[in-house]
């Protein structure tokens, strides 16, 4: 080896010596970074482990386990990255965690695949041991979340479901909205970084504080404030309810586990020191939230003080005559189960309870049920899943009635949020009033007596069908149909189809709403009937009447002027009728109808002898009998050209 192939050698011994020791430092660091993270995972501090976890993934993308344990932490946070993660660390490292096929089901759940979700948690069933009974149950229930969730979402209520926007939430999270009885205060809680004080508590995230904001438009707040100063606690606040005309606040505060508070308001309108409830309501349990009965005599609550495994159940205490709440009891009635209930919330009337719960038929953490009670049977219904939208796969929490109960406040975290728990509302999806006429393409004349069928579906594709026929003095037509949805409009006349067309009716969420439509047709306008260059419009009459209109009256008078123009021309007058009566009844009511148009043609001198009358009864009707519009249609009088020949 000469001397120039030695230094070589030394030189690329050094490099390689120099690269061993940063690549073991930066493992180390690495190593270091995920230890880090993992104190803070084990003590389920999510927040706080992320950054040392996404940390060493910038050192190493491809660590298995800095993917996974980031990922379960993220799904509080962002489920799709979560997702990505969590499978992503299954690929790379099939055996990562004991309990990743869990979790891959958990992701799945959140991110709606729930067929992924059912096909993951069956696999995680496969690999339990025969006393892992904790495993077992938490197996069980994923599953039964992604079958729940996979048929509530199939078929989904008519509920808009709208996130109140960035002024009132944010990246953390907002839940418990309170609304005053004008609808216009709205109390709420939040961690986000305006907290008084900014103090974060042990799960790396800020202590919940109770905020204000008012209403400045139908969809736009001002900037909240934190009522932290005045309602402020040593640890977590929450507001539960306002009652009492508004001037007393039902709270929560992080005080001996979790009690009830109220705090009343001054003249001057700021919030007085909160004061704990008694003894028969706090316990040394958790005692979370609550409601106050319209009447004040009775106090609904959740607290985990009385179940065997800590799980949360609702409760009530009835107020006694000095003043106290009494000793508390069960709510039973099929509400509690072996998980968590909580947030009850009672409608004005006393007879619907809105709830949160953890069991039940949920789609996974706490879903909103109801149950009403049966003032005849004197019991309440069983616990009903409000359904998706208003549920889903995550927790939907303090389901709030607005003032006027038309629609609801609630909190939740789903898919197209600002982050975690957002406040949203519920509307349901109201009916809209769908009203105009139909014209004539060629010339736009109205054209009476056309049938309008409007067919859609609902959210859960139940078929709708909406129908109408166009006002004979009018053109118009008018009905109420489901809104925002498309429709098809098939339009028809004397039974023949002579259009399809598409509409789609846009969102209403109240009762009033009224959309104008037109339709333009290429159809000449056959109420018009006769023969060859005489053609005349038929004439109504109202229910069980043969006296004439006074637009009856004009059509007539366009007869008899076109008849002593065309001294030849014969007419038949034939008389109908709707189906209300008998037939013989009916046939006697259409004789009179054309004997009107006759006698009032034989005023106006039209000779005898170019005139006969018929009745039909219902014989022939125009339309179905099937509604006070057809039938209207049905009630006329028509006038036939009696061509040479013909007999009558």
Request: charged share 25%; aromatic share 12%; hydrophobic share 30%.
């Amino acid at each position: 080896m000469n001397h120039l192939d030695k230094r070589l050698l030394r030189t690329s011994f050094l490099f390689l010596t120099l690269f061993l020791m940063a690549y073991g430092a930066m493992a180390q660091s690495t190593r270091k970074l995920i230890r880090s993270g993992d104190k803070m995972f084990n003590q389920a501090n999510f927040r706080a482990a992320l950054p040392f976890y996404e940390k060493a993934l910038e050192r190493e993308p491809d660590n298995a386990k800095a993917l996974y344990r980031a990922g379960i932490s993220l799904i509080a946070f962002d489920k799709e990255k979560a997702s990505e993660y969590i499978y992503k660390a299954y690929k790379l490292k099939p055996k990562v965690g004991d309990d990743v096929l869990y979790w891959l089901g958990r992701v799945d759940l959140v991110n709606y695949e729930f067929d992924n979700a059912i096909k993951n948690a069956t696999a995680y069933q496969a690999t339990l041991g025969k006393r892992d009974d904790e495993g077992k149950e938490q197996a069980a229930l994923l599953l039964q979340h992604a079958r729940n969730a996979k048929r509530e979402v199939a078929n989904p209520k008519d509920f808009f479901v709208k996130n109140l926007g960035p002024t009132v939430n944010t990246p953390y999270s907002e839940h418990s909205p309170v609304i005053s009885s004008d609808d216009n205060y709205l109390l709420f809680t939040s961690r986000s970084a305006a907290v008084t004080g900014g103090k974060e508590a042990d799960d790396g995230e800020y202590y919940e504080d109770i905020f204000e904001t008012r209403r400045l438009g139908p969809d736009s707040w001002e900037a909240p404030k934190s009522l932290g100063s005045r309602l402020n606690g040593t640890g977590h606040d929450a507001s539960i309810q306002l009652f009492d005309n508004d001037n007393k606040l039902l709270m929560y505060r992080q005080d001996e586990n979790g009690d009830i508070f109220v705090s009343t308001r001054a003249e001057g309108g700021d919030w007085g020191t909160p004061q704990k409830l008694g003894k028969n309501i706090n316990t040394k349990g958790f005692e979370s939230d609550a409601f106050v009965t319209k009447d004040g005599s009775t106090l609904f609550f959740s607290t985990n003080q009385y179940s065997e495994n800590g799980d949360l159940d609702i409760y009530f205490s009835e107020r006694q005559p000095n003043g106290d709440w009494g000793t508390a009891k069960n709510f039973g009635n099929g509400v509690n189960t072996a998980y968590d209930e909580d947030s009850p919330y009672f409608t004005a009337d006393g007879r619907t309870m809105y709830f949160s719960s953890r069991g039940h038929n949920t789609m996974g953490g706490y879903d909103v049920f109801k149950i009403e009670f049966d003032t005849v049977a004197r019991r309440w219904s069983r616990p009903e899943n409000m359904g998706y939208p208003v549920n889903t796969p995550d927790d939907d929490t303090y389901y709030r009635l607005s003032p006027d109960g038309s629609y609801a406040y609630l909190s939740s975290y789903r898919m197209g949020g600002y982050g975690e728990k957002d406040i949203y509302t519920i509307n349901y999806i109201r009916n809209a009033i769908i009203r105009g006429h139909v014209y004539s393409l060629r010339d736009s004349t109205i054209i009476p007596g056309v049938e309008l069928v409007f067919t859609g579906k609902t959210a859960n594709n139940t078929p709708l069908e909406y129908r109408d026929v166009t006002k004979p003095d009018s053109g118009n037509y008018q009905v109420t149909v489901l809104s925002a949805r498309p429709y098809q409009v098939a339009l028809s006349k004397d039974g023949k189809n002579i259009t399809t067309e598409s509409f789609e009716v846009p969102l209403s969420l109240n009762d009033t709403t009224v959309v104008e439509k037109d339709f333009y047709i290429a159809f000449e306008d056959t109420s018009a009937v006769g023969t060859g260059a005489y053609a005349f419009k038929r004439i109504y009459y109202d229910t069980d009447k043969y006296n004439l209109r006074p637009e009856s009256i004009s059509e007539l008078d366009n007869v008899a002027k076109v008849m002593k123009a065309n001294p030849s021309l014969r007419i038949s007058i034939d008389g109908h009728c709707d189906s209300r009566a008998s037939d013989a009844y009916n046939i006697t009511l259409g004789e009179n109808r054309a004997m009107a148009a006759y006698n009032y043609l034989l005023k106006q001198g039209i000779s005898s002898n170019r005139m006969i009358t018929v009745s039909y009864g219902e014989r022939r009707p125009a339309a179905p009998n099937d509604s006070p519009e057809n039938m209207q249609l049905n009630r006329r009088t028509e006038f036939n050209v009696i061509k040479a020949g013909d007999e009558q």
